[in-house]
């Protein structure tokens, strides 16, 4: 993921998320909620099912939610939405 404020936008800021966890890579899409952005799992060399969340305004903490933990066939998703609250 990257950021990159307005009038910053020549000098990005880049978050590894493999270094937070090893299987974060292979995502196919993201949003934010205007707080936090998302990525959206889809395969890492397999489907997955890990949501990531970081802050939007420093990149801070990383949040894994692992969605197979509730149902293993939760992966290898597609795009992904906010509500808008």
């Known amino acids: 993921a990257a950021?990159?404020?307005q009038q910053e936008f020549d000098s990005p800021e880049i978050l590894d998320l493999t270094l937070t966890d090893p299987d974060?890579?292979?995502?196919?899409?993201?949003f934010t909620d205007g707080v936090y952005g998302y990525v959206v799992p889809t395969n890492n060399g397999a489907p997955f099912g890990k949501v990531a969340r970081?802050?939007?305004q420093d990149f801070d903490a990383v949040e894994i939610l692992d969605l197979t933990l509730t149902d293993p066939d939760l992966k290898g998703f597609v795009g992904g939405f906010t509500d808008g609250v």
Request: aromatic share 16%; net charge positive.
């Open 3 to 5: 950021s990159a404020g």
């Open 24 to 30: 974060l890579k292979g995502f196919g899409g993201g």
């Open 54 to 56: 970081f802050g939007m």
